[in-house]
T-cell receptor
């Protein structure tokens, strides 16, 4: 069966510091991968998605970037965090764009 | 107009009652529809999906889709306190998924 991992689970970072969040998927090949952010009490905002290694599509221009160095690894990064980057970051995978997305446990980020 | 709209709630129902959650969407070309449940502090988990007009039942859950009215709903029969959560509606259109902000459901014992 497929499993999706995210780490760290929680993170407290100062403004201006860098960020690296990692997501890995087990039990499937060539998944579609997604990064979402959920602000407190808000809906899910799609940040990036990837249909293959090195292929990244950005939904929202911002100070975040994503990379997919391996088939089942998706990384979310920032060079300098802003206060507004605080939120719950969720990684998800799907077999194809039109099919069900399955979410990882999430990373709660607090920028102070 | 938001792409996917849900009443934020909170929706409160007594234990054993039917909870009805509603969702409307703006893009008539939308093809697949999903309901997720999200407990506080946790990630969303899939409850069910529906592609065709009509009803789809899975245990205590029934999804209803009306493409002409651009409306999808989720019914929870025999509601339990463990059903208390935020329910997210998601709509797949033109190869991308859009989520509603969610409806918070509270089931009171």
């Amino acid at each position: 069966s497929q499993t999706i991992h995210q780490w760290p689970a929680t993170l407290v970072q100062p403004v201006g510091s860098p960020l690296s969040l990692e997501c890995t998927v087990e039990g499937t090949s060539n998944p579609n991968l997604y990064w979402y952010r959920q602000a407190a009490g808000r809906g899910l905002q799609l940040l990036f998605y990837s249909v293959g290694i090195g292929q990244i599509s950005s939904e929202v221009p911002q100070n975040l970037s994503a990379s997919r160095p391996q088939d089942r690894q998706f990384i979310l990064s920032s060079k300098k965090l802003l206060l507004s980057d605080s939120g719950f970051y969720l990684c998800a995978w799907s077999v194809s764009i039109q099919e069900t997305q399955y979410f990882g446990p999430g990373t709660r980020l607090l920028v102070l | 107009q938001k792409e996917v709209e849900q009443n934020s709630g909170p929706l409160s129902v007594p234990e054993g009652a039917i909870a009805s959650l509603n969702c409307t969407y703006s893009d008539r070309g939308s093809q697949s529809f999903f309901w997720y449940r999200q407990y506080s502090g946790k990630s969303p988990e899939l409850i069910m999906f529906i592609y065709s007009n009509g009803d789809k039942e899975d245990g205590r859950f029934t999804a209803q889709l009306n493409k002409a009215s651009q409306y999808v709903s989720l019914l929870i029969r025999d509601s339990q306190p463990s059903d208390s959560a935020t329910y997210l509606c998601a709509v797949n259109r033109h190869n991308d998924m859009r989520f509603g902000a969610g409806t918070r459901l509270t089931v009171k014992p």
